[in-house]
């Protein structure tokens, strides 16, 4: 009896093959790169901060961030001393933000070094505008869809990051699949702890947002968003 090969359907098959153990080795690398986290406590702990609207943007094993601070100053009522916290820590990391944000983005170079100009003078009006825009602009970039435009009320983000499938690391989307301050509607504000709200602030509504907290903050929530956006992008 004859065997016939069917070439097609072999190249087909070891190609299948290879994906899924590239696949597979990709799932073990992110695991091990958060095996060192309580994923559902981080998950909640971040989602926690950005209501009051500080993003965390860094998840190793090394990060300057603790969860455990956070999540104490939070429990403890104490949103002064995350704002201190967070202040500190966003304080020694603006120059390398700026850094990585104008080069990986560099066709937006010109407008984010006017935000970071803006607020180094203190001008943080201007800077925090700049940098609202600049959140949704880098997003669009990327995945072709925005944070502060929604899809079934929440980010069009979601959709395409979710779509990635990385298992191991959707906790680190709950600012994302769940509404803060920022992105809420504004008969929603008054159930967050803050009130820092793109639209009031783009359309005039609030003009008590100028101060170097809430340029913190939004610097925090757009080097939050490239960390996501890189992270997804690569995996």
């Known amino acids: 009896m004859k065997y016939s090969v069917n070439h097609s359907e072999i190249k087909e098959g070891s190609e299948t093959l290879v994906k899924a153990l590239i696949r597979l080795y990709e799932v073990n690398r992110l695991f091990d790169q958060y095996k ?26 090394n ?19 995350l704002d201190l916290y967070f202040s500190d820590y966003y304080r020694g990391k603006i120059d390398e933000i700026r850094k990585m944000l104008t080069e990986k983005y560099s066709n937006r170079k010109q407008i984010l070094n006017e935000a970071f100009d803006a607020h180094n003078k203190g001008l943080y009006h201007a800077s925090i505008c700049i940098l609202l825009t600049q959140i949704d602009g880098i997003c ?55 009130r820092l709200n ?23 929530m757009i080097s939050y968003i490239d960390f996501v956006l890189s992270h997804y992008s690569s995996n």
């Open 63 to 81: 990060s300057e961030l603790k969860i455990n601070t956070c999540l104490k100053h939070i429990y403890n009522n104490l949103p002064e001393k």
């Open 140 to 194: 669009n970039d990327v995945l072709d869809a925005k944070f502060f435009i929604n899809k079934n009320y929440l980010p069009q983000i979601k959709e395409k990051l979710e779509s990635k499938n990385l298992k191991y690391s959707d906790f680190i989307l709950s600012p994302i699949i769940k509404k803060a301050s920022i992105n809420s509607w504004e008969k929603e504000i008054e159930k967050f702890p803050i």
């Open 36 to 61: 060192h986290l309580n994923t559902e406590k981080v998950e909640m702990v971040i989602y926690k901060t950005a209501t009051y609207g500080w993003y965390v943007d860094d998840f190793s094993k």
């Open 198 to 220: 793109r639209h009031e602030i783009l359309h005039g509504v609030d003009i008590q947002y100028g101060n170097e907290t809430n340029s913190l903050k939004v610097i925090s």
